[in-house]
């Protein structure tokens, strides 16, 4: 619940702030809008507001009038609620879609077995110009406003949510998407080091954007720009004080086990030249409306490379990644067949052993699944001991060999890394005991190695043959 009212925050800033900018560029049209419309948009402001949008599309007069036209039209959408603002979408996505009756005509005039090449061509351009949306220019018009490339990101977020379970705003949302992808292609993109030097306004949004493990303070975040941290984000030119995404790096010796180690403000700071480890422990997208616009693995082999760079000790490079996706996982297993004891059958006869002793009084599922629903169960060492072992081999049997659709891994933060040419190089014990952390994996985590000379030739094998890459100590795990 805060994440989403941290998120309306931003929303609500970034409509007042293209408010003010707009302001001096917009000229309220004549004969448009007698007033302003309604917050709801009503039945009787839709023509006024198909008026508005086919003026856009006309084009008369030069381009300051077109400006000024978008303008007036991008404040339209930012003065309703959100039920205007769907059906502001809903006019934009039907009645401004493909002019059918065009694109039968280009495909028509394709069929004339006697046309020159030169007429073919032509007659090629004129069917890529029909199956064009209008809606499309109109979208493209508002990239040429100061923050219009922001204002349609955070419009593409909307839409998002809108289109679910509607096929004319999907088909809109694709659109908008597909200008993105091609205006925030990563050949555009800058890569900068953020550090505690850096203006008080971005070093907020860090702390507002964190979406793996939450920055609690200002000293919080300080710690994590420290001499042996780095933090390293995209940003766009047209968006020069938004960051896109951002990793946070741990300079350390040997491969990171523990989040809450790694997290300790009271942890002596390293030499950052004495390290031979980076560890990337965050990776946080910061804008919804980019969502399925890949920027993480150019924003990893870019990072690695000014490491190498800096830091000529560095041999390793690993994550310290939760694993979002894994207790879920192991709750639909409970249907498999219980053994005489009560233990579930994908339990070893040790394993089921070392649970017999504990002194706790089974559940339905047997002892396993009830201590799994103790509260506090980390905290008891005759528990961890008897946990840890079933538990670190269920991980990995989860990363490596549960696949979604397409033979991808179950686990998102799996796919991400391992088609970026990652291996799973070890699975974590208790390496974070927050509740998110208990929530989410039961405290486990993993480390995903990124080995320069492997990576081309990991990400080969996952993404043609669906084959993870492991470590020897993870396929150990998986020989049980």
């Known amino acids: 619940m805060a994440e989403k009212s941290e998120r309306v925050g931003l929303l609500n800033r970034t409509v007042q702030n293209l408010r003010y900018v707009w302001r001096d560029v917009a000229e309220r049209t004549s004969g448009i809008f007698s007033a302003a419309p309604a917050p709801g948009l009503p039945d009787k402001d839709l023509e006024p507001l198909r008026t508005q949008l086919r003026d856009c ?142 203006p008080a306004s971005l070093l907020e949004k860090l702390i507002e954007y964190e979406a793996v493990h939450a920055i609690e303070s200002w000293d919080n975040l300080k710690k994590r720009l420290d001499t042996d941290r780095r933090c390293f984000a995209f940003f766009h030119p047209r968006m020069p004080d938004e960051p896109l995404i951002f990793v946070e790096v741990a300079l350390v010796n040997g491969m990171a086990t523990s989040i809450q180690a790694l997290l ?23 804008q919804a409306g980019l969502s399925g616009i890949s920027f993480g693995n150019f924003l990893i082999k870019r990072v690695v490379d000014l490491l190498t760079a800096e830091f000529k ?11 979002p996706g894994f207790r879920n996982w192991l709750d639909k297993q409970w249907d498999t067949p219980l053994e005489e004891d009560g233990e579930p059958a994908f339990l070893t006869p040790a394993e089921r052993k070392a649970l017999a ?27 961890v001991k008897a946990l840890k072992y079933p538990l670190t081999r269920l991980c990995a049997q989860y990363l ?81």
């Open 357 to 383: 002793g504990l002194p706790v009084t089974s559940g339905e599922y047997g002892k396993f699944q009830t201590l799994l629903e103790l509260p506090n169960w980390h905290d008891n060492p005759q528990f």
């Open 57 to 198: 599309l006309e084009g008369r007069g030069g381009e300051v009038s077109a400006r000024s036209r978008a303008a007036n039209l991008g404040g339209t959408y930012l003065s309703l609620n959100t039920q205007g603002r769907r059906r502001f979408l809903k006019v934009l996505a039907q009645d401004f879609d493909v002019d059918h009756a065009a694109v039968d005509q280009a495909v028509a005039a394709l069929h004339d077995q006697d046309m020159a090449a030169v007429e073919r061509l032509a007659a090629e351009q004129s069917l890529r110009q029909a199956l064009r949306p209008a809606r499309v220019k109109l979208l493209t018009q508002f990239n040429g406003l100061p923050e219009g490339i922001h204002f349609l990101v955070n419009l593409r977020e909307e839409l998002l949510l809108f289109c679910r379970k509607d096929s004319d705003l999907a088909a809109l949302e694709r659109d908008l998407k597909n200008l993105l992808v091609s205006w925030f292609d990563v050949g555009f993109l800058e890569l900068r080091r953020i550090t505690w030097s850096s």
């Open 400 to 480: 490596v060999e549960e696949k979604r659709p397409g033979n991808c891994a179950r686990d998102r933060v799996a796919h991400f890394h391992l088609s970026n040419g990652a291996r799973v190089e070890r699975v974590n014990w208790l390496a974070n005991t927050s509740p998110e952390g208990l929530a989410q994996a039961l405290g486990l985590m993993v480390n995903y190695r990124y080995k320069l000379a492997d990576i081309e030739a990991n990400h080969e094998a996952y993404t043609g043959e669906g084959r993870v890459c492991t470590s020897a100590g993870v396929r150990s795990l998986l020989r049980v």
């Open 264 to 286: 300790n403000e009271d942890a002596p700071v390293i030499d950052p030249n004495t390290a031979d480890t980076a560890i990337f422990y965050s990776i946080s997208n910061t």
């Open 313 to 323: 000790g560095l041999k390793a490079f690993a994550t310290l990644s939760p694993i």
